[in-house]
């Protein structure tokens, strides 16, 4: 069992950045898969990063590649999205997800364990 708490949304103007992170509870958080994934008001939940347990392989959405980056920090047992270059499109509740197989995954019904989500709001 993981909890998993994010933090670090908020509003900022296009173009700038954000570090969104997600802390997580419990000894074994080096052997969950890690993603972000968010969900904008009247669409449904979507990938956008994953991170694998040796924290080597990363994988991204097409709308995100070469503007987020995701990486983890087992010590702290952190896991964090550095976006740039945000756009009003980015614009979502983003959540954090924890996932015990040893793949990485964009479907959301594959992931076990859901934070409650954190604010990003991109104005133009």
């Known amino acids: 069992q993981v909890q998993l708490v994010e933090s670090g949304g908020g509003l900022v103007q296009a173009g700038n950045s954000l570090r969104l992170s997600c802390a997580a509870s419990?000894?074994?958080?080096?052997?969950?898969?890690l993603a972000w994934f968010r969900q904008a008001p009247g669409k449904e939940r979507e990938f956008v990063a994953a991170?694998?347990?040796?924290?080597?392989?990363?994988y991204y959405a097409d709308s995100v590649k070469g503007r987020f980056t995701i990486a983890r920090d087992n010590a702290k047992n952190t896991v964090y999205l550095q976006m740039n270059s945000l756009k009003p499109e980015d614009t979502a509740v983003y959540y954090c997800?924890?996932?015990?197989?040893?793949?990485?995954?964009?479907?959301?019904?594959?992931?076990?364990?859901w934070g409650q989500g954190t604010q990003v709001t991109v104005s133009s």
């Open positions: 991170i694998d347990r040796s924290d080597i392989n990363t």
């Open positions: 419990g000894r074994t958080f080096s052997t969950y898969v």
């Open positions: 997800a924890a996932r015990e197989r040893r793949i990485m995954s964009d479907s959301a019904t594959s992931y076990d364990f």
